[in-house]
């Protein structure tokens, strides 16, 4: 495969490229754009023209410097053993093949995407979704030689791309629908995706039925297919083993997976925990569940609000302390999905006596509330929080108190009196609320590490008597 005859340089070496606001020279897709997707559909050999690019709406050569634009990406393709099911797994390709050009950026998948091209690539000579569409093929037909025929349609423009953008999330809700029905019990194979590596070097993604892979794109049926017709791919097949705690979701078979593909990083995972053992996260989830100590709740932010969460914390700053592929309790990337199921964080939830880890989800923004409401049990929905409802946590706990949310009775009467007799000893800060800042890292009130009904290992301690004269001062 040769990129000879195209103006900019193509190939893996390219994909950690990022384009900064001042670098680019055009935007496709992204939050500031309401309709925007990709897609790839498995279509029959004669309705695909191979090769064959359609541009509907202005090119890039039309496209102002600076300007927003709609995108839609519709790759279709044909081969004797492609199947329906493969779709989905191809479609998350889109984001590793269109990084592969020098000069364009490409971030999330399905109807987050989001592009940048840059000023130089324009500058070279990439200036037509030809040359963009042209690239995409031969990558697809190179990198996954099952696919026999490809053709490429790119829509950009504002009203002609609605129909097929309605198609894409019918086809979306498709396939997560029926991934709904099954659950983790129903298989005894579970399936594994280190495609992200190349940014999240120790990321491992683990796809159960249960739970859908974070970046809400592959669930337990594409990669099952996936492995099936490339078992040495990204995508592979993972026997679970035994069971070592059913609540907590872990599995031996996992955690040695986990391990050799983590290379040796991360050796146990709690399928349905964010706050023990939390599976890792790279940086393309959908939304993050993040831990609220001041309630001891749950609040769940996803990418498209445009507002800060409950914390104080846009979506962007929780994202760099959540990804990158570490397990990092208290800050856990997931899919909507997941949320739907009824093993969604059940473990951490059960620490506190509660049954559904929705019964710890105290806040959601108002989009994601909206777009998750049916999975929500009715009995919850009024009772979740959105930034309609607090703006602050002072105003999260009235909003939580007046509804009498579950999570309401976790809170300890005693709270406040167990603190006094800590500072009296001088020593120590309970356990399950330790909040520790680090200056100067993170935004807001610095960087929060939570730890939660969790043991610290040291091999020594010291401890401090605290200044008498300043405790009595902070006391009166
Ligand atoms: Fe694969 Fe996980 Fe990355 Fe999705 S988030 S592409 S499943 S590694
Ligand atoms: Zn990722």
């Known amino acids: 495969m040769s990129f000879s005859d195209m103006p900019v340089d193509v190939g893996p070496v390219y994909e950690g490229e990022r384009i900064r606001s001042k670098q680019m020279y055009v935007e496709l897709g992204g939050p500031k754009i309401e309709h925007h997707f990709e897609l790839v559909k498995v279509r029959e050999p004669g309705d695909i023209e191979d090769g064959k690019v359609n541009l509907v709406g202005p090119d890039l050569s039309d496209m102002e410097e600076g300007s927003r634009h709609p995108i839609g990406i519709l790759v279709e393709c044909a081969g004797e053993e492609l199947e329906e099911d493969l779709e989905a797994v191809f479609e998350r390709r889109v984001h590793e093949f269109c990084n592969f050009i020098n000069g364009v950026m490409h971030l999330n998948q399905r109807y987050t995407n989001w592009l940048r091209v840059s000023k130089k690539a324009i500058e070279k000579g990439f200036n037509s979704f030809e040359q963009f569409g042209t690239i995409l093929i031969r990558l697809f037909k190179a990198e996954l030689p099952i696919i026999e025929k490809c053709q490429v349609s790119f829509y950009t423009d504002k009203d002609a791309i609605e129909e097929p953008y309605e198609m894409a999330m019918s086809t979306y809700e498709k396939r997560d629908e029926r991934a709904r029905g099954l659950h983790d019990s129903d298989v005894d194979m579970f ?207 009235a909003f939580l108190e007046e509804k009498n949310h579950p999570i309401v009775s976790t809170w300890e009467e005693e709270e406040e009196e167990e603190y006094e007799e800590y500072e009296e000893e001088g020593a120590m800060i309970p356990m399950g609320t330790q909040q520790m800042t680090v200056p100067g890292v993170g935004g807001g009130g610095g960087f929060r590490i939570i730890l939660k009904n969790c043991k610290v290992h040291a091999e020594s301690l010291i401890i401090k008597r605290i200044d008498t004269k300043k405790k009595r001062r902070k006391k009166k």
């Not at 979701?249 to 991360?266: A, D, M, P, Q």
Request: some cysteine.
């Open 191 to 397: 399936y594994g995706c280190v495609l992200c590596q190349s940014f999240a070097p120790t990321h491992v993604c683990t796809i159960t039925p249960d739970r859908t892979s974070l970046c809400g794109s592959i669930n337990w049926f594409d990669a099952r297919a996936a492995a099936k017709v490339d078992p040495k791919g990204p995508i592979y097949a993972v026997e679970p083993g035994e069971c070592l705690n059913e609540l907590a979701g872990e599995y031996t078979g996992v955690n040695e997976v986990t391990k050799k593909r983590s290379l040796g990083e991360v050796d146990k995972v709690y399928l349905y925990s964010g706050m023990e053992w939390p599976h890792t996260s790279c940086g393309c989830f959908e939304a993050i569940d993040f831990y609220i100590p001041e309630v001891n709740g749950h609040g769940i932010i996803d990418r498209n609000a445009d507002h800060k969460a409950i914390n104080g914390l846009a979506f962007s700053t929780m994202a760099n302390q959540t990804g990158g592929g570490k397990q990092m309790p208290g800050f856990n990337g997931i899919s909507l999905q997941y949320i739907s199921s009824p093993k969604f964080q059940q473990y951490d939830a059960a620490q506190d006596g509660l049954e559904h880890g929705l019964e710890q989800t105290v806040w959601m923004n108002s989009g994601l509330k909206e777009r998750v409401k049916e999975f929500i049990p009715e009995e919850l929905r009024d009772l979740i929080a959105t930034e309609k409802d607090a703006s602050d946590m002072e105003e999260l706990k």
